[in-house]
């Protein structure tokens, strides 16, 4: 089974509105990691955060985490076209889970 | 430049033939890996070398065989295709192992009738 769960599976919005997927683990990690995957392309990297992190920013992009409760989140403020992709978060051990991942979709 | 590139992009072959997918990245880094998405998006990591070393091999058939000559470049060969080998497969690479941020090619998009 995969290590990590994005909830929602797919998520609609408008451009220039934020867009918050959440993600959940099973068993203790190191760190967290969110990918994005646009459309017929290979995964890119958006954003590492450590087990002793709590909170991290880059660009529009904000990631928490609650090991407490195994969670993290990504928040996308202000949405693009550009944003529309599918987003996946994974956890590390001998190796990388991926969960299914997020489709989100910003209408313009 | 691209950092990790994988040939070919399409294969479509008949079933029971052998293909081999390749990769190479000119990132410097010492660990590559070869995943599976399927048609639902579930990314799946099938095999990965360090420094030309295998150091992950999920339950993958025996079909599946990989070959790492160099740090640099990691290939996938499969025999005997079978319908359900239909899927995505990427390459991707990172430096000192899984807990640092991986790059990922293109991917492969194989179809197998």
């Known amino acids: ?108 | 430049d691209t950092a990790v590139s994988q040939t070919p992009k399409y294969l479509v072959t008949q079933m029971g033939n052998d293909k081999s997918i390749k990769c190479e990245q000119n990132l410097g880094h010492d660990t590559m890996y070869w995943y599976k998405q399927d048609s639902k998006k579930f990314l799946k990591i099938m095999f990965s070398y360090n420094n030309k070393e295998l150091i992950i091999n999920e339950t993958v058939p025996n079909r599946f065989s990989p070959k790492s000559p160099d740090k640099a470049h990691l290939n996938l060969h499969i025999n005997s295709l079978e319908l359900g080998d239909s899927a995505v497969y990427f390459c991707a690479s990172s430096q000192e192992g899984v807990r640092n941020e991986q790059f990922f090619g293109p991917g492969t998009r194989l179809t197998v009738l």
């Open chain 1, 1 to 108: 089974s995969q290590q990590g769960e994005e909830d929602p599976q797919a998520l609609s919005i408008q451009e220039g509105e934020n867009a918050t997927m959440n993600c959940s683990y099973k068993t203790s990690i190191n760190n967290l990691q969110w990918y994005r995957q646009n459309s017929g392309r290979g995964l890119v990297h958006l954003i590492l955060i450590r087990s002793n992190e709590r909170e991290k920013h880059s660009g529009r992009l904000r990631v928490t985490l609650d090991t407490s409760k195994k969670s993290s989140s990504l928040l996308i403020t202000a949405s693009r076209a550009a944003d529309t992709a599918s987003y996946f978060c994974a956890t590390d051990g001998y190796k990388l889970s991926f969960g299914a991942g997020t489709t989100v979709t910003v209408r313009a």
